[in-house]
């Protein structure tokens, strides 16, 4: 069956996030000539609105740091990391993705990236072997956004936190109050931000320094992006839908365009973070798209246009989960939970959870995770103690005086306690653990006694019960003026402060199967020709695990830039 277009290029990529672009300098250094269709008016997907970092085992970046690492050390933990056997954790694809992690990294920095070394963002579970406390992640230099010029208004990025500050230092920001490097990083914002007073200077970090310069480098390789021009329908060459995906329909302009792929479709699309009816059947009970900060395109329908090919997918259940806390009407509080413009931007709460004098519960009053641990192993087991009780979600933050003195909590300084917060019921204050535990409705008697216990960690700096300090990720967002456990702080100095916690994430961790060459796969192994894709639509590599800080963002970018090579025909670099 010949399919007529009304335009074709050789590699068409839907949406925008880093592994398209990645995917598409690839394509055009590979003679091909690549389109990246987005459906939002703005450009860099999920990575965009991230906080900016890779996680690439043995990248050349972190050796010219003098960090030791090797593949078979990052193959060490990889393995001990990702204990999850799944059709998207398969040997293949683990071994392609730490052996074409460094190439990439490589062949980006050729094109222009400038890459930083996340020096002590620790992996994850450090502690198991292979594991580096000095860390595998990268951010990317600070980037001033008025270099894309007419493109500059078309940037995606996160509408809360927007301050030029590189995303391995929100720890030592949030030290003010308490360390020298606290205030020292502090003054170097303030005089960045007086100097872009003064220069004009629009400098973005996290994930926006990502997004921003990697559109600038597709821009100037003259890499064509249509942006407001959603896919409607994957076309497939043949009489069934076994045949060959050849392109796609977008509608562009109000027109309906078919557009031809001559060596395949990339998806770079996101997850379904925000699309209510998925993860009604999908997720993990309860669960909101209210919850999420995914971007605001994380909305599934490419994922089920692949599954309406006969795509296989795995890890439905599992998203990048990051707590956040939310009001009495399941709301962000306000001031601070939502952006200029009305859009709720639910709190975060990763690195203040680490900090001291606070403490995790259930509405039993008990402890289940080290709250200054992996976040995404947090949401799992919030969820794993909900199915187990009834009584986790939502679970409570129980905090002293002290952690409100000392450390901000999401938009509030250290040493704010926002009257509104009050009033709303956002945050409950009381004068004893007993009025707390009355006014929260958190079972006493538990609150009680796992206060006492969790105060007699403190005091030997040991957690007997979920290991919170143990680890060299714990301790790189604590505050080490406490000792004699930087994460650990006794719950005792009132007033004491609760807030509700609820299962929030960045984004939805499944998707459709691929194999190691990026490949989409049927229930049956097949590969369904033609189709190819990487991101958060995926069944990740790194499965029910996060292993270290950018393990989607750096398989997403690892998996374009394999994918676009196998577009081209290179199998000899994809095998």
């Known amino acids: 069956m010949t399919t007529s277009f009304d335009e074709t290029f050789d590699l068409v990529i839907v949406g925008s996030g880093g592994g398209s672009m990645c995917a598409a300098l690839v ?4 003679g091909l000539k690549p389109l990246i269709v987005e459906k939002q008016p703005l450009v860099g997907g999920s990575t965009g609105f991230s906080g900016g970092v890779w996680w690439i085992p043995d990248n050349p970046v972190m050796k010219r740091a003098g960090v030791d690492d090797s593949p078979e050390r990052a193959r060490r933990y990889f393995d001990a990391a990702v204990t999850y056997d799944g059709p998207g954790t398969t040997p293949a694809r683990r071994e392609a993705f730490l052996r074409h992690g460094p190439r990439m990294i490589e062949f980006l920095e050729r094109a222009g990236m400038k890459f930083v070394y996340a020096d002590g963002w620790s992996d994850y579970y450090d502690d198991l072997p292979g594991g580096e406390p000095r860390g595998r992640s990268l951010i990317a230099e600070l980037f001033d956004t008025r270099e894309l010029g007419d493109w500059e208004p078309r940037l995606s990025r996160y509408k809360g936190f927007a301050m030029p500050v590189p995303s391995d230092q929100f720890t030592d920001l949030m030290l003010v109050r308490r360390t020298m490097k606290g205030k ?3 003054a170097a914002l303030a005089w960045r931000l007086l100097k872009g007073k003064v220069t004009g200077a629009r400098l973005a970090g996290a994930g926006a320094a990502i997004q921003g310069r990697m559109l600038q480098i597709a821009l100037r390789e003259q890499i064509p992006v249509w942006t407001e021009s959603p896919v409607t329908q994957l076309i497939v060459d043949g009489a069934n839908a076994h045949g060959r995906v050849a392109g796609v329909i977008v509608e562009r302009d109000g027109k309906a365009l078919r557009i031809g792929a001559r060596h395949g479709v990339l998806l770079n699309v996101g997850g379904f973070a925000r699309n209510a009816a998925m993860r009604e059947r999908f997720h993990p009970r309860p669960s909101s798209a ?13 994922i089920e246009m692949a599954m309406a090919l006969g795509a296989a997918v795995d890890c439905m259940d599992e998203a990048w989960w990051v707590v956040t806390s939310l009001g009495p009407d399941g709301k ?5 939970g939502y952006a200029a413009d009305g859009t709720p931007l639910p709190f975060m709460h990763h690195i203040d959870l680490s900090m001291p004098y606070s ?5 039993l009053g008990e402890r289940f995770c080290d709250e200054a641990g992996a976040y995404m192993e947090i949401g799992q087991r919030m969820y794993r103690r909900q199915q187990a009780t009834g009584r986790a979600v939502p679970s409570w933050v129980v905090m002293d005086s002290r952690q409100r003195d000392y450390y901000p909590w999401g938009t509030a300084a250290p040493g704010q306690v926002p009257k509104p917060w009050l009033d709303s019921g956002y945050l409950l204050q009381a004068g004893s653990i007993a009025e707390l535990a009355a006014k929260t409705r958190i079972d006493r008697a538990g609150l009680e006694r796992t206060i006492h216990r969790f105060n007699g960690f403190c005091g030997t700096g040991v957690d007997l019960d979920f290991g919170r300090g143990s680890r060299a990720f714990d301790r790189c967002h604590g505050d080490p003026t406490v000792t ?14 609760a807030v509700r916690m609820y299962p929030g994430d ?5 998707g459709v199967v691929t194999d190691e060459h990026a490949c989409v796969l049927r229930a049956d192994g097949s590969v369904i020709e033609g189709l190819y894709a990487t991101g958060n639509c995926t069944a990740s590599v790194v499965g029910r695990c996060y292993p270290g800080a950018g393990a989607s963002i750096g398989a997403s970018f690892t998996f374009g830039f394999i994918a676009a090579h196998h ?9």
């Open 359 to 363: 403490i995790m519960v259930d509405q």
């Open 27 to 30: 394509a055009k250094e590979r």
């Open 506 to 510: 960045v984004g939805t961790a499944g």
């Open 290 to 302: 209210e919850w999420t900060n995914a971007n605001p395109g994380d909305t599934g329908e490419v």
């Open 567 to 575: 577009a081209a025909g290179v199998e000899r670099e994809t095998a």
């Open 184 to 186: 020292r990083r502090a």
């Open 484 to 497: 004699p456990n930087p994460n650990l702080g006794p719950i005792e100095k009132p007033p004491f402060y």
């Open 332 to 336: 962000p509080p306000r001031p601070g």
